[in-house]
Antibody, heavy 118, light 108 residues
Framework: QVQLVESGGGVVQPGRSLRLSCAAS????????MHWVRQAPGKGLEWLTV????????FYADSVKGRFTISRDISQNTLYLEMNSLRAEDTAVYYC???????????WGQGTLVTVSS | DIQMTQSPSSLSASVGDRVTITCRAS??????LAWYQQRPGKVPKLLIY???TLQSGVPSRFSGTGSGTDFTLTISSLQPEDVATYYC??????????FGPGTKVDIK
């Protein structure tokens, strides 16, 4: 069955970097677009970035453009989010999500909490 | 960028009531709209895509309508398990995949 498992969250100081992973199983990430979405404590959902099924197209929200990078390892069937120059406002639960061919996100990971604090 | 708004921001209704949530896009997005339910402390769940197509396994009391800029999510008969925050999201590939701010639904 389809499963998405995020890891890599934790407490990090402002200005530092962190890499999140999303291990996919039950499907190939080369077949579907994959997204990262975050949710700050007590706030709504914020879309961050997408990588297309062929890996050639990536889009980013303005709030993370130039600081965050989405990538993938096909051999590991794993999605990544490299986060640099972290700020307090990046504190959130980060979710990866599978895009069902432009039919919405049919599967989500359980989320990983990133806390940016000195 | 296209902005997404939702109304109301919260509502309280009785079990069995009909509940309607509105989502509006600042520009036309055809029918590239999804609705998600997020119960307290849980991961979001896809309810509807393409504005009106019910995701497999979602109860039929949920329905969606709209196209262009104005969309609605309706719960025909509110149930206790429907207490959640509901988000719309545009997924027009020409622009960010923006979520609406959410509508919190609880039981009166």
């Amino acid at each position: 069955q389809v499963q998405l498992v995020e890891s890599g969250g934790g407490v990090v100081q402002p200005g530092r970097s962190l890499r999140l992973s999303c291990a996919a199983s039950g499907f190939s990430i080369t077949t579907y677009g994959m997204h990262w979405v975050r949710q700050a404590p007590g706030k709504g959902l914020e879309w961050l970035t997408v990588i297309s099924s062929d890996g050639n197209t990536k889009f980013y929200a303005d709030s993370v453009k130039g600081r965050f990078t989405i990538s993938r390892d096909i051999s590991q069937n794993t999605l990544y989010l490299e986060m640099n120059s972290l700020r307090a406002e990046d504190t959130a639960v980060y979710y990866c999500a599978k895009d069902d061919h432009n039919h919405g996100y049919d599967y989500w990971g359980q989320g990983t909490l990133v806390t940016v604090s000195s | 960028d296209i902005q997404m708004t939702q109304s109301p921001s919260s509502l309280s209704a009785s079990v069995g009531d009909r509940v309607t949530i509105t989502c509006r896009a600042s520009q036309g997005i055809n029918n590239y709209l999804a609705w998600y339910q997020q119960r307290p402390g849980k991961v979001p769940k896809l309810l509807i895509y393409a504005a009106s197509t019910l995701q497999s396994g979602v109860p039929s009391r949920f329905s969606g309508t709209g196209s262009g800029t104005d969309f609605t999510l309706t719960i025909s008969s509110l149930q206790p398990e429907d207490v959640a925050t509901y988000y719309c999201q545009k997924y027009d590939n020409s622009d960010p995949f923006t979520f609406g701010p959410g509508t919190k639904v609880d039981i009166k």
